[in-house]
């Protein structure tokens, strides 16, 4: 870099270093870079994303100067080395860096970085856990049953036996913003979603809660109740015809199953 410098000889002595002095501070710095091309080459990592730019991008922006026998690379290290010394006396003070070649960028100064936000665990507040544990105890009076938990975690890890593709996102006991809780909702491409509520000897009740989850959701996702993006499954044991009729009244899809395993 040095020799680089020597071989420009008289040529330099004229260029003042820093033209407008420590008057002129732009937290861009680029005020300080009229002359020689190193303007556009220092535009060019100032507005590079956080990825940097590459050694090769500068090349083919350098321009070929009679000084340096018109090769791009040797000038593009003189103007490395300027910026560099430029970017020091910036306010607040950047540092250039060429640690990578396909990631030359500006980073703040160890003394200018900001703190690096605090590792938090992600846990629930004490009044939200509170909550959910009172909308359980709301759904599931005398806990749920085991039979009911069997079937509904049989149905999430099988969505297949429902037409739901498997790349569809699952979540067990669904909350809403009014308590309520269902007991599967997938998420699907587009925006569009299946409620499933599952039972296990006495399937109309399940209707009837498919029937308000599927409300509280279109209401909850900003959608028409009348919206056909959501749909609702009930899965039972056993469902009787006048269920069937019910569900069927009310656009709701229906799937008898009992786990043998």
């Known amino acids: 870099m040095a020799g680089t410098r020597a071989k420009m000889g008289k040529y330099l002595k004229g260029v003042?270093?820093?033209r407008h002095g420590e008057r002129v501070r732009d937290q861009a710095f680029l005020g300080y870079l009229s002359g020689y091309g190193r303007k556009k080459i220092a535009e060019a990592i100032f507005h590079s994303d956080s990825q940097g730019i590459s050694w090769?991008?500068?090349?083919?922006?350098?321009?070929?100067?009679?000084?340096?026998?018109?090769?791009?690379?040797?000038?593009?290290?003189?103007a490395l080395q300027d910026i560099a010394a430029h970017a020091e006396k910036n306010d607040p003070p950047l540092r250039l860096d060429l640690s990578k070649p396909d990631?030359?960028?500006?980073?703040?100064?160890?003394?200018?970085?900001?703190?690096?936000?605090?590792?938090?665990?992600?846990?629930?507040?004490?009044?939200?856990?509170?909550?959910?544990?009172?909308?359980?105890?709301?759904?599931?009076?005398?806990?749920?049953?085991?039979?009911?938990?069997?079937?509904?975690?049989?149905?999430?890890?099988?969505?297949h036996v429902l037409v739901?593709?498997?790349?569809?996102?699952?979540?067990?006991?669904?909350?809403f913003i009014s308590g309520d809780r269902a007991d599967l909702v997938f998420a699907h491409r587009k925006a569009m979603y299946t409620i499933v509520e599952v039972e296990t000897t006495d399937a109309l009740p399940g209707a009837h809660?498919?029937?308000?989850?599927?409300?509280?959701?279109?209401?909850?996702?900003?959608?028409?109740?009348?919206?056909?993006?959501?749909?609702?499954?009930?899965?039972?044991?056993a469902i009787p015809r006048?269920?069937?009729?019910?569900c069927k009244k009310y656009e709701l899809e229906v799937w008898e199953h009992r786990p043998t395993e």
């Open 56 to 78: 090769q991008n500068l090349v083919k922006i350098a321009p070929k100067r009679k000084e340096f026998n018109h090769d791009r690379k040797a000038y593009l290290k003189y």
């Open 242 to 246: 006048d269920v069937k009729r019910f």
């Open 103 to 159: 990631a030359i960028r500006l980073l703040p100064t160890a003394s200018q970085r900001t703190p690096e936000p605090l590792k938090i665990r992600d846990r629930k507040p004490a009044s939200m856990h509170r909550r959910e544990q009172a909308t359980k105890v709301r759904k599931y009076p005398a806990g749920e049953g085991r039979e009911h938990k069997r079937l509904k975690e049989w149905v999430a890890k099988n969505p």
């Open 209 to 237: 809660q498919l029937i308000k989850y599927r409300a509280l959701l279109c209401a909850q996702k900003g959608l028409q109740l009348s919206a056909s993006k959501v749909k609702g499954v009930l899965v039972a044991w």
């Open 16 to 18: 003042e270093r820093t």
């Open 164 to 175: 739901i593709t498997s790349s569809s996102k699952c979540e067990i006991e669904y909350g």
